[in-house]
Nanobody, 123 residues
Framework: GLRLEESGGGSVQAGGSLRLSCVAS????????MAWFRQAPGKEREGVAR???????TYADSVKGRFTISRGNAKNTLILQMDNLNPADTAMYYC?????????????????WGEGTQVTVTS
C-alpha cells in the first residue's frame, strides 16, 4: 500500500500564501500520478491540481496562475504552493495518488488518500 500525510495548512488572510506538503510512505516520483483535492463544507470534493509521472500538470480553472504543484526534491514528497489566496479557497485539502497513467481527469481512480489538512482564508 501507500500512506500519505499532508501538512502545511493553517489560517491566512486573503492575499496570503501557504505551502502544503504531502509525504508518502515510499517513492512516488516514477510510479504515481499525484494530485491535490479540496472539499469545502457542503460542497463536493474537487480536483485542484495533478501531476503525472511524465511531469504533465493540470490545474482547476479556479486556481490557475495562483497555485503550483510540484514533486519535492525528496522522491516521496508532493508540494502545493498556494499564492494570492482568497476566502473561496477555504477547504480541507487532500493529497491523493493513483497508479493510473495518465492521470485520471475526474475525482475517480485515486485509490490512495491522506487525511487532509485544513486551509482557512479570512477576508
Amino acid at each position: 500500500g501507500l500512506r500519505l500525510e499532508e501538512s502545511g495548512g493553517g489560517s491566512v488572510q486573503a492575499g496570503g500564501s501557504l505551502r502544503l506538503s504531502c509525504v508518502a510512505s515510499r517513492n512516488i516520483s516514477d510510479t504515481f500520478c499525484m494530485a491535490w483535492f479540496r472539499q469545502a463544507p457542503g460542497k463536493e470534493r474537487e480536483g485542484v491540481a495533478r501531476i503525472g509521472t511524465d511531469g504533465t500538470i493540470t490545474y482547476a480553472d479556479s486556481v490557475k496562475g495562483r497555485f503550483t504543484i510540484s514533486r519535492g526534491n525528496a522522491k516521496n514528497t508532493l508540494i502545493l504552493q498556494m499564492d494570492n489566496l482568497n476566502p473561496a479557497d477555504t477547504a480541507m485539502y487532500y493529497c491523493a495518488a493513483t497508479l493510473f497513467d495518465p492521470c485520471p481527469a475526474g475525482n475517480r481512480g485515486f485509490g490512495y488518500w491522506g487525511e487532509g489538512t485544513q486551509v482557512t482564508v479570512t477576508s
